[in-house]
């Protein structure tokens, strides 16, 4: 046997041995499997709608009316409330304002700013959330969520303040609806 042979033999052995051994391939289909079984359930329960409705954000100095976006997931863990971009006169809303809800952590990102009467009201979501008295509620038929918050208020040549208020989200209606 030349040694061409033997290195053609070997190869060949190794070959079929590795073609053979299939249990590299049977967690493979088993993931297979059960990719194929949660996308089905996945189709089949699919998440509730985001709900467009209106907040009413409530402070020392007033209340003032806001358009938002909430979603909370069936098991109750996870949810948002974002802010429109388009708002009434005397309020502006960073583009990624949000309030979030990730397996009972409450945070929010960006900055809202109210034109009250007599000054400036700024709530920096990151910071102005008070987790303690934040609710999501499952069923939106009277209110949606509540989140308490500390904002800053600045009176018209005055020393800025802090103000403490509230955020209810309102039911509303679904969209595509």
């Keep these: 046997m030349t040694v061409r042979t033997s290195v053609l033999a070997l190869f060949t052995i190794a070959a079929v041995a590795a073609c053979s051994d299939n249990s590299a391939t049977q967690p493979m289909l088993a993931s297979r ?5 949660d996308i089905g359930f996945i189709e089949a329960h699919p998440p509730p709608p985001p709900i467009d409705t209106g907040a009413v ?3 020392d100095q007033g209340a003032f009316t806001v358009q938002t976006t909430y979603f909370l997931n069936k098991p109750g863990n996870n949810g948002f409330i974002s802010f429109a971009n388009q708002q009434a006169d005397g309020i502006s809303v ?3 304002a949000r309030i979030s809800l990730h397996d009972g ?10 034109l009250a009467s007599g000054g400036v009201i700024t709530i920096d979501l990151s910071q102005a959330i ?7 509620n499952p069923d939106c038929s009277k209110t ?17 303040v802090p103000t403490n ?3 209810i989200v309102g039911g509303g209606t679904t969209r595509g609806t």
């Design 33 to 37: 499997a059960t990719l194929s079984a």
């Design 57 to 59: 954000v409530e402070t």
């Design 94 to 96: 960073d583009p990624n």
């Design 105 to 114: 952590t409450v945070s929010g990102q960006g900055t809202i700013t109210l």
């Design 130 to 136: 008070n987790s303690r008295t934040t609710t999501f």
């Design 144 to 160: 949606c969520a509540s989140v308490g918050f500390t904002g800053a208020y600045t009176p018209k040549g005055g020393t800025t």
């Design 165 to 167: 208020g509230i955020i």
